[in-house]
RNA sequence: GGCCCUGUAGCGCAGAGGCAGGCGCGCCACCCUCUCAAGGUGGAAACGCCGGUUCGAAUCCGGCCGGGGCCCCCA
């Protein structure tokens, strides 16, 4: 907060391929925040360069995603900015023409060897126990050497050629590392077909875009020495502005088993998040945890907090392991959290999913939800669990049905009196709200027919609501109205056996 | 196989030479209680290993072991 840099500009550059994931949602969190706490400037870039990997479908699923978790973008998509287009799709001809630059100055070259050559030298390098990476065969190929090459009908790929020095950088996470140039070949930058590789068109971007700091996962940390070779080279060449990022490589977010959580991991998928329920709120403040901390005594914070206390010194190195019970837990507070009409509003589209409530709901649908939410806010983990908690206000009583194992368990023939027993405390009662309405029960049950509460009750609950677990049962009974309950009670009585 | 990152309770984070260790989740017990939650109280549980530096090491150094990643005409 005291130290801030406005001149900050940070990039989140997904490429849309397939659901969003929480460890691309992580990232994105953290260079968010890192960009709001600086006051400087998040940069939204597609990578889209992939054509048989990328789709429309994904790219709107992640505009989407980012909309919905609340991050907004100074440049990118639908907003514009000074380096526009963020689309790498729409970028082509930048590259091609970096690429023919690069060739021009000597920093790429032609390389015709043949995926099968190369996977064959990398096998053998491998099994002699040397780096396996490419083995610098096109370098400095002779003119006859590729005039042969081309009459073989072999196109080549462009390599960009690195330099025989050791590379240092300083991460922002880790500190100084050094590569090797043993340990870091030259790499390809156009495919055959002309169509730029991420390796090219990541840094091109980055330069173009004028980053400043590059903050990714940390399975891109051992190409960080190429692209900082690649900026040299671009910046002999003018391409951007001279100056290289700093980079900072955040932890791992790990899925069962220590494996990294894969896209196809169902546990890493955002929808999933949604569907069940999540608050934005409280994913991003899980997410936040995995790999930084706000106070060594507070889990439970806000985005506003986080942007406030937020940079990228603070977080920890060490691969992350996502735990849902904690992501669970931390939702439920944020819960807890949220101003009742909030909670409610956000309750609605819950309960249109399986058609509770229809798609413009009434004012006296929306009044009954209004009631009972309060009810259910401190016992709810994810949004999705109204519809079994409350359900049973909203179904079409014709179609309420009564949980099978649980009226097996509850509904058996010691029951039954205790339902007409109830039937016949509520139905005089004059004044049916919940504190009469115990008062009642705990009468006819409790006293008179000397059973205990939890076991008096819990009959009734399952009569009423369907489950054994509900909101607080007088209450539930005064929302559902006396015709309804007597009528539920009754039906309960049908399903007891007969003694 | 080579290189790089990483190693504090089951999980996530604090602790950065000085009482062997804090917080949260989870777990167990008890309290509260019409169910489930929430809340309250208490409890079990950790510095990967071996050396070195030091009066003193979770903390600094080296080695080992473990975990992960990268090494692609994917991003």
Known sequence: MADTHPNVRVRFCPSPTGNPHVGLV??????WAYARHHGGTLVFRIEDTDAARDSEDSYNQLLEAMRWLGFDWDEGPEVGGPHAPYRQSQRMDIYADVAQKLLAAGHAYHCYCTTEELDARREAARAAGKPSGYDGHCRALTEDQVAVYRQEGRTPIVRFRMPDTPLTFDDLVRGPITFDPKDVPDYGIVRANG???YTLVNPVDDALMEITHVLRGEDLLSSTPRQIALYAALAEIGVGNGSTPRFGHLPYVMGEGNKKLSKRDPQASLNLYRERGFLPEGLLNYLALLGWSLAEDRDVFDMAEMVAAFD????????ARFDLKKCEHLNAEHVRRLAPEEFVRRLVPYLQAPGLLPAEPGAEQLDLLAKVAPLTQER???????????????VDPAAFTVDEEDAAKVLTADARPVLEASIKALEGLADFTPEPIQAALREALVDGLGIKPKFAFTPLRVAVTGRRVSPPLFESMELLGRAETLRRLAAAVELTPAS
């Open 26 to 31: 992580r990232t994105a969190l953290f260079n």
């Open 195 to 197: 169509a730029p590789l």
């Open 312 to 319: 990228i010194d603070d977080v920890n190195g060490n691969p």
């Open 380 to 394: 709810m983990v994810v949004l999705g669990e109204i519809v079994n908690m409350a359900g049973f206000l909203f």
